[in-house]
């Protein structure tokens, strides 16, 4: 641990930061992973108080806080935590408020190739259910499941939500940071370029670059996917659905593999292929 950090934590964080910044791509876009980097030498934490500050969040949404009721439990969040950088993507429903209330403040955005995302996002939502969650997954994808298509029964059974649900969200998260995060203060990362960017994240927090660490957290390669056993053409189609903008503008190199799947247009090069990142 880097010595400044070390005396700013045993002296109650009586030290000013050095550099206030949020990760706040969304869910499976390697927020871990950002998080780890800065551990070692920074004051970082991943998804810190999340069920409290999910559940303030919800509140908000359904207008059971004021405005400036989420401002004071942001403020008061802030002067107990102390964070140098955080790294939790359900803040991106309040970062308008953050912006503005911490007018230094930068933001890291990661993001992820959509298809990779909703093979991550449904397999994580198969196999484990953490209680600090379950109030957020129920109500920004099981609340938001309207019914389910004949090709999603197999999510029906499961206990998963709607690939509309799923996919809208994920648009609509990186619709909130082109909304609300002034574009001077956020640097977008694709999850997949993340090793190769510490020279550029350095330079956009005015630090040190030795002082981010390299390390893929919470990675699970080359793992078998929930929804591989859902029909593929009717997955791409939801996919573009929702994510065509966010595919255009972030993976341009995955468009002949979408035009091919929904038989627009041949493939112009045939090694285009999805990218099967490890990192969740």
């Known amino acids: 641990m880097d010595i400044y950090d070390k005396i700013r934590r045993k002296t109650g964080k009586v030290l000013p930061r050095r550099f206030h910044c949020y990760c706040i791509g969304a869910a499976k876009t390697a927020t871990t992973s950002i998080s780890s980097m800065f551990e070692h030498n920074f004051d970082s934490q991943h998804e810190a108080n999340i069920q409290a ?8 949404l359904e207008n059971k806080i004021t405005q400036e009721q989420m401002l004071d439990y942001l403020k008061e969040r802030d002067q107990q935590l102390q964070l140098e950088l955080e790294s939790t993507h359900s803040l991106i429903y309040v970062a308008n408020e953050l912006s503005s209330l911490f007018p230094d403040a930068k933001f890291i955005v990661t993001v992820r190739e959509p298809m990779d995302w909703i093979r991550s996002r449904i ?8 209680p600090e969650w379950e109030e957020y997954r129920q109500f920004f994808w099981m609340d938001k499941t309207e019914g389910y298509a004949d090709e999603e029964a197999l999510l029906k059974e499961n206990d998963l939500a709607s690939l509309d649900a799923y996919l809208s969200q994920y648009a609509q998260h990186y619709s909130l940071v082109a909304k609300n995060i002034p574009q001077d203060r956020r640097l977008i990362i694709r999850m997949g370029d993340i090793s190769h960017k510490n020279a550029e994240i350095a330079e956009f927090l005015g630090i040190k670059a030795s002082k981010i660490v390299p390390e893929h957290s919470n990675s699970q390669p080359n793992k078998a996917a929930f929804i591989d ?5 009717f997955v791409i189609q939801k996919i573009w659905h929702h994510c065509q903008d966010l595919i255009e503008e972030f993976f341009p ?5 979408y035009q091919e799947m929904l038989g627009n247009t041949p493939v112009t090069n045939p090694d285009t292929k999805m990218e099967q990142e490890g990192i969740q």
């Open 53 to 60: 500050t999910n559940h303030n969040i919800i509140d908000y």
């Open 253 to 257: 190199e995955q468009i002949p593999y």
């Open 229 to 233: 056993q859902l029909d593929q053409q």
């Open 123 to 130: 397999n994580f939502h198969f196999k484990k259910h953490p």
